[in-house]
């Protein structure tokens, strides 16, 4: 599977450089080369077609703000500007994120997987339905704290157990292992998914579609 390009734009050269290994570090994500202004984003955004945009507010020759009206490419903000009216503006012109400095680089893993899972999910068909949609918005900005707090059914717990050795699995093969039909165990790794504890991987044969391979959130 092919990783999502990420275009970070931040000012200072060894910020942008950090951001980029953190961005790097998770997996199916690969960071560009950082640049530095929002004219050198705008030519990289129109040269490479990154996936994802991760954009500072402060600029030497724009506001990332500004930079949101012009590009059209997915954009987190990842930014110092801790004021209201930022946010505000930021999510206004349509920034799907919005990560405070500093952070650390679990914080923007975090971010990432939401994203991936976000794009997964309204990737897997043509045409979308209102619970589709409701899930891709979920999935982009999870309530973390009430996922991590409630309680797992037996059921969802013996699926997320059944990948606890580390290595990635199809459903048919966590159906088996877990002993319920490949329907509801690839219900469960769906939800799973959706909260974050588990991550989709598509691993490519010689024909075919890929396969769904799943695995423990890192």
């Known amino acids: 599977m092919t990783d999502l390009q990420v275009l970070i734009v931040d000012d200072d050269f060894h910020v942008g450089r950090l951001h980029a290994g953190y961005v790097d570090s998770v997996p199916g994500f690969s960071a560009l080369a950082p640049v530095g202004t929002a004219e050198q984003a705008l030519r990289t955004v129109h040269g490479h077609e990154p996936d994802l945009m991760l954009l500072d507010v402060y600029l030497p020759d724009a506001l990332g703000l500004d930079l949101l009206r012009k590009v059209d490419v997915d954009t987190i903000m990842l930014t110092a500007a801790a004021d209201a009216p930022s946010v ?11 990560l405070i400095k500093p952070f650390t680089a679990e914080a923007l893993a975090r971010k990432l997987r939401a994203y991936a899972r976000y794009r997964r999910l309204l990737a897997e068909q043509p045409a979308v339905d209102q619970d589709t949609v409701d899930r891709a918005l979920h999935a982009l900005h999870p309530a973390e704290a009430a996922v991590a707090a409630r309680t797992r059914s037996a059921t969802e717990a013996a699926v997320l157990e059944a990948l606890a050795s580390g290595l ?10 877990v002993g319920v039909s490949r329907a509801t165990a690839q219900r469960y790794l769906s939800a799973l998914a959706d909260d974050g504890a588990v991550e989709i991987h598509l691993r490519y044969g010689t024909t075919g579609r890929p396969e769904h391979r799943y695995g423990r959130a890192g």
């Open 168 to 177: 990635q699995r199809s459903a048919a093969e966590v159906a088996q292992s």
């Open 88 to 98: 505000r503006k930021a999510l206004r012109r349509g920034a799907l994120g919005y």
